[in-house]
């Protein structure tokens, strides 16, 4: 299985910014994607950014043009860099592993633990 470590979590005001990261050990899948998901308090979790092995990624709405998603490959570690920061912001944010060794295989997903993200003043 693969195995997420985060990190970066923790308490900023309004404007500010954080940088999570977010390392897979494990047996990893040649075709996959890495992201961000949170959840807030009395929501359900809700996708925030993915990534593809390729590059690609893509952010819901409310981020766009404040959070970016990266990836070394290399170091089989995935960023989220949180710039301007809103409470609305304020959330556990999980890493997300999702990969599948062929096209003709089901998915496999894997979670971290989750990191804590406070916005306040």
């Known amino acids: 299985q693969v195995q997420l470590v985060e990190s970066g979590g923790g308490f900023v005001q309004p404007g500010g910014s954080l940088r999570l990261s977010c390392a897979a050990s494990g047996s990893f899948f040649s075709i996959n994607a890495m992201g961000w998901h949170r959840q807030a308090p009395g929501k359900e979790r809700e996708l925030v950014a993915t990534?593809?092995?390729?590059?690609?990624?893509d952010y819901i709405d409310s981020v766009k043009g404040r959070f970016t998603i990266s990836r070394d490959n290399a170091k089989s570690t995935v960023y989220l860099q949180m710039n301007s920061l809103k409470p609305e912001d304020t959330a556990v944010y999980y890493c997300?592993?999702?990969?599948?060794?062929?096209?003709?295989?089901?998915?496999?997903?894997?979670w971290g633990q989750g990191t804590q993200v406070t916005v306040s003043s």
């Open positions: 990534i593809t092995d390729g590059g690609r990624a």
């Open positions: 997300n592993y999702k990969g599948r060794r062929s096209m003709l295989l089901p998915w496999f997903t894997y």
